[in-house]
């Protein structure tokens, strides 16, 4: 949902051309335009700068990025547009997706993905906020993804990610209602480093090989996240397109192998210049109880400190109550929630704190 927050953030001034701005909002389906692509990352570099915290998952990223046809669907509202354009882009002539982004400045953007689940995410640029910008969006989303035959708009799942007041808001005056709570835990980097431990005999720690492992790695993820809704549907394409990004690098994917090199347990961790994060952690149902799951916790915080002391994030589910003891223990603290919301009549929410 919109991440703004209109208690604290400080309204700033506008020109008198503000003072007519309106909105165009543009549905995508499928790949966007390099112009496009480059003004999300803008507006959404300004918006985390804003509220502190991430805009859009990044599973949303990716696939904005390889543009699925089937998985993704976005919805850009530009400010000061003369007049409402057609939903898909098409020829770059006057009145299409590209000419649009000429004229006009991208004010807030919602993201629909489709993977085991429609997902909505959504973000104003902190300048056009406090003007219905983001019920505006939700209302095209809904109405369009309806209207296509996309989605039933009763199972629409909205992320709220830091869940701030103008969020519940928001929600509020959309019908949602919150079902979904992910905790976002944070190890100060003064904290001292945790005690090494020793894997069962025959296993070891060795990194992830992009040549071999990942199919290998996809199945067992699906069967380790079978209920979680974004983690167990990740594709091998997906796998792929993360190893595209920046920040990945196959020796921060801690695999735990037997002497068959079957994989039962891993930590894939990423590294950014603004946070180091254990980015998935899992362990094969048949390994359980083998302590690899804290063999690979203590191997993760020495690698993402190995270059010095850093904080070090991650985010687990809220009714996850072993998982959160079990990072308590590790010196993760809880910084900050992010809530999902879905419809009040879908018939399955239930109020979160």
Known sequence: MDSVTPDVTPEPDRSADDEATVWSIAPVRGALENNALADILSLLEAAGAADGTRALS???????????????????????????????????????????????????????TDADGATLELVVHPHYRQQGLGRALVDAAVSTLGHDGLVDASSLGAWAHGNTAAAVQLAASAGFVPVRRLVKMIRPSSTPLPARRELPTGMKIRAFDPARDVDAWVRLNARVFADHPEQGSITADDVRARMREPWFDAEDFLLVVDDAEAILAYNWLKRTQDEAEIYALGVASEARGLGLGAVLTSAGIERLQSEGPRDVALYTEGDNIPALALYADYGFEQVMVDVMYAPADAGDGQPVT
């Open 58 to 112: 990044d599973q949303s990223l990716v696939l904005l990025r390889s543009g699925e046809e089937r998985r993704v669907e976005t919805f850009l509202a530009y400010a000061h547009a003369p007049a409402r354009i057609s939903a898909r882009p098409g020829t770059h002539a006057p009145g299409s997706l590209e000419s649009l982004a000429d004229e006009a400045r991208l004010a807030g953007l919602a993201v629909v």
